[in-house]
C-alpha cells in the first residue's frame, strides 16, 4: 500500500505547469526570448481553478508509473488520481480522492481482500495520527500541491533554451529546456508572496527527501501562452526519477465524491477499536 501512496503522491507533485488550449499555431515572436517565453506561460497558471491531465515515467521506488487525474483547485482542493505502478500486483489500479478534507485511498479487489472487503481506506487529515504519518511521508502535500504552480520552476533555471517546434497530441507547441537547483529554487524564496512560498518550500523538502539536488525540465507551450506538457529529470538516492506531464484539459466542471461509506474502512476508527 505504501508504494501505492508513493507512486500517486509523486506524480500529484510533479505535475508542472499551467493550462492546455487547441488550435492555435506556436510561434514565438522576435522580442520573446526563451527565458520570457516561460515566464509568461508560468504567469498564465495563476487563474486556473481546475484541471485534468496524463502523466507517465519511471518514479523512484515505484518503477513505471502512468495515470490520470482531475483536480479541483478553488473554492476548496480535491483530487481524484488513478495509478498504476509496475511495484503493484499485476493489473491493479490504485486510485487516490481528496475531498471534505480526507484522502481515500482504493486498491481494488487487493485491498477488500485484505479489509473485509471495504475496498477504501479513509485518512482524516487535521489534526489526526493517520494525518501526520501521511504528512511525514509527504502525501499529503503532494496531493494537495497545486500542479499548476511548479511551472514556476523553470523561471529559476538560468540556463533556459528554445529547443523547436513539436506537436502534442495534435498541438503545435514550442519545447523549452533547462536545468535547475534547490539551492537556486530556495534562493528565491523571499521573493515570492506567502502562498507561492509556502507551495514552493513543500516542494522542495518533498525533492530533498529524495536527494535531487538538481533538476532537468522540459516544458512544451502552445500557442495561447500555456503549458501543453512538462517533464522533469534527475537522479535521485533511490534512483531515477523522469515523469512526464500532459495537460488534457482546465477550468472545466470537476465533481469529486467520497466513496459510498459501507465500501469504507475508516483509519482512526480502526485505531480506537485497536485501542479498546
Known amino acids: 500500500m505504501r508504494s501505492s501512496i508513493s507512486a500517486a503522491g509523486l506524480g500529484a507533485l510533479l505535475l508542472a505547469a499551467g493550462a492546455v488550449s487547441c488550435g492555435s499555431q506556436s510561434e514565438e515572436s522576435p522580442e520573446m526570448t526563451p527565458a520570457a517565453a516561460v515566464a509568461k506561460a508560468a504567469k498564465n497558471t495563476e487563474d486556473i481553478t481546475s484541471l485534468r491531465y496524463r502523466m507517465s515515467g519511471t518514479a523512484p ?48 479487489a487487493e485491498m477488500a481482500k485484505e479489509m473485509d472487503g471495504k475496498s477504501w481506506m479513509k485518512f482524516d487529515l487535521p489534526g489526526s495520527d493517520a494525518g501526520e504519518e501521511l504528512d511525514q511521508m509527504g502525501s499529503t502535500s503532494q496531493a494537495e500541491q497545486n500542479p499548476a504552480a511548479e511551472s514556476t520552476f523553470l523561471t529559476g533555471a538560468k540556463d533556459v533554451k528554445k529547443v523547436g517546434t513539436e506537436k502534442v497530441d495534435g498541438v503545435e507547441t514550442t519545447h523549452y529546456t533547462g536545468t535547475v537547483t534547490l539551492d537556486s529554487l530556495r534562493a528565491s524564496l523571499g521573493k515570492e508572496d506567502a502562498e507561492t512560498r509556502e507551495r514552493r518550500e513543500k516542494s522542495i523538502k518533498q525533492y530533498e527527501k529524495m536527494g535531487v539536488e538538481k533538476l532537468t525540465m522540459d516544458m512544451w507551450i502552445d500557442g495561447d501562452d500555456h503549458t501543453k506538457q512538462f517533464r522533469t529529470k534527475s537522479d ?25 461509506a459501507e465500501d469504507v474502512a475508516d483509519l482512526a476508527e480502526m485505531f480506537k477499536g485497536a485501542e479498546g
Open 61 to 108: 521506488e515505484s518503477g513505471k508509473v502512468q495515470g490520470e487525474a482531475s483536480m479541483r483547485l478553488k473554492p476548496e482542493i480535491a483530487m481524484s488520481m488513478k495509478i498504476s505502478a509496475s511495484g503493484q500486483a499485476a493489473g491493479e489500479t490504485a486510485e487516490i480522492r481528496l475531498v471534505d478534507k480526507a484522502m481515500y485511498i482504493g486498491g481494488g
Open 236 to 260: 535521485t538516492d533511490k534512483g531515477p526519477l523522469d515523469m512526464t506531464i500532459t495537460f488534457l484539459d482546465y477550468n472545466k466542471p470537476v465533481e469529486i465524491k467520497a466513496p459510498p
